[in-house]
């Protein structure tokens, strides 16, 4: 049975990850950032699955050893893993760069970029050296170079993501045996997603707009980036859920029946 391991998997994007690999029939280890959300994830878990078949630690994947320690655990428990996520990622308030405390921004880059970098590297040696595997980085807003004013800290470190990602997997050679990707989610409706309309921290109408015309559930997106990973075989491939295109073509019929996926979640 294959294994997996994913940061951040107590809520939204991984967490939807956790649940659709354990529905592949794969051992899965993720990660959350405190004891509290780690337990409640996998109570969660437990009533689906056998809890044989998962494992939750406490990382904080700002933190080396935390990494190489969740490496170590979920190869005890399960073997190496053959595929390793990182996910795990924080955000900031929708507020002007220059208005936020520079510790939060600072925070996002140790998390999204240099977390991923690091947790990237070590997963490359550690697979490079034990018969190879796939890594995944996960994109976001900001991936694609667009740019919604508010978000600079968090759109910036998913830009350098996108970068760093592109370019190590253009110098992992096939005799390497170890694939790298970054995985497009698109728009989701997750809690770093809603929390400014929960809030009131943003224009909350404009807001809530916005995310019923062009936001995805987080169940099929999941399952879609899960099938894709399953049955890529190509390094330095960029799995999304759908082409700008396809999403396009979706905002008619979501104004038309006038669709509100938010309201529920608030």
Known sequence: MKHIAITGGTRGIGYGLVREFLNRDFNVTFCGSADNTVIDAMSALE????????????????????????????????????????????SNPAEKF????????????????????????????????????????????????????????????????????????KEISSNDGVR??????????????????????????????LYNMLANEVEPVCSVLAEKIVNNSKNGAVLSYTGSFKMFLRIPGRLMSGRDAVSGKL
Not at 60 to 69: I, P, Q, Y
Not at 117 to 130: G, H, I, N, R, V
Not at 185 to 196: A, E, F, Q, R
Request: glycine share 12%; net charge positive; hydrophobic share 40%.
């Open 47 to 90: 009533e689906k699955w056998p809890a044989k078949r998962f494992r939750g630690v406490v990382c904080d994947v700002s933190k080396s050893d935390d990494l190489e320690n969740m490496w170590a655990f979920s190869s005890k428990i399960f073997g190496k893993p053959d595929i390793w996520i990182n996910n795990a990622g924080i």
């Open 98 to 169: 220059s208005d936020l405390d520079f510790d939060l921004s600072a925070q996002i880059i140790d998390v999204n970029l240099k977390g991923a970098m690091y947790a990237t590297k070590m997963a490359f040696l550690k697979m490079k050296d034990s018969g190879g595997g796939q890594i995944y980085n996960m994109g976001g807003l900001g991936s694609d170079g667009r740019m919604v004013k508010g978000l600079t800290p968090y759109g910036t470190s998913k830009r350098a993501l996108q970068y760093f990602t592109k370019a190590f997997s």
């Open 180 to 209: 790298l990707g970054l995985l497009i989610p698109g728009m989701v409706l997750t809690d770093m997603l809603l929390d400014p309309v929960r809030h009131g921290t943003g224009d909350t109408r404009k807001l809530k707009r």
